[in-house]
């Protein structure tokens, strides 16, 4: 039993979460990175470092597999060092897990860390697409001056329970106005269709 994550690689070979989340529509590079063995042939190794589970990987699991799984490699180095190593290649994050650290899932015990470092951008909620019981994904701009410019529609990271509550408010903030500068989309949006002031 692995631990890992499957990237999208673009054309550069970097790591891009948009390409993930669209692969259906297009064609890219996935490739199966793993960093973490937690059971070897029926022994357990949860409660072993890092470090060890680690080794295991890449002596005893590695080897047998090839191309697009690959092993995540360590990177020894300051935490000042990967920020702006980070930042130059315009990546999203780093996770750093303690080498003499278990695996312990479901718990944020502070033996692994995540951060993002990724510039951002405010975006607003100006909008959503209907579906049959709520909405299958909002529609988000940004301010430029007092124009809200439409950027996307996003329909990930919404749980069932989310999205009805969030479909409530939706519901009483309705106007008939569009909110948006730069609709309607008539060309084929990132989804396959345009998108409609309406």
């Avoid at 990546?91 to 951060?115: F, H, N």
């Avoid at 988000?140 to 409530?168: D, H, M, W």
Wanted: hydrophobic share 40%; net charge positive.
């Amino acid at each position: 039993m692995v631990d890992g994550e499957i990237v999208a690689l673009d054309e550069s070979g970097r790591p891009s979460f948009n390409l993930l989340q669209n692969y259906a529509t297009r064609e890219y590079t996935l490739v199966f990175y793993l960093f973490d063995l937690l059971i070897l042939a029926g022994i357990e190794l949860r409660n072993e470092t890092l470090e060890t589970r680690r080794t295991f990987l890449r002596t005893r699991v590695m080897p047998r597999l090839a191309e697009p799984i690959r092993f995540s490699e360590t990177i020894q180095a300051t935490a000042a060092e990967l920020i702006r190593a980070i930042r130059e290649q315009g990546l999203e994050g780093v996770i750093a897990k303690r080498l003499d650290g278990t695996y312990q899932p479901g718990k944020r015990s502070g033996a692994w860390v995540k951060m993002r470092v990724n510039r951002g951008q405010e975006l607003v909620i100006g909008g959503y697409v209907p579906a049959s019981n709520n909405f299958d994904s909002i529609v988000v701009g940004y301010y430029e001056g007092q124009q809200l410019i439409y950027v996307a529609r996003i329909r990930n990271g919404f749980t069932p329970a989310s999205r009805a509550t969030l479909f409530k408010h939706f519901r009483r903030l309705e106007r008939q106005a569009c909110p948006f500068q730069n609709l309607p989309e008539t060309g084929k949006g990132r989804w396959g269709e345009g998108l409609s002031a309406p």
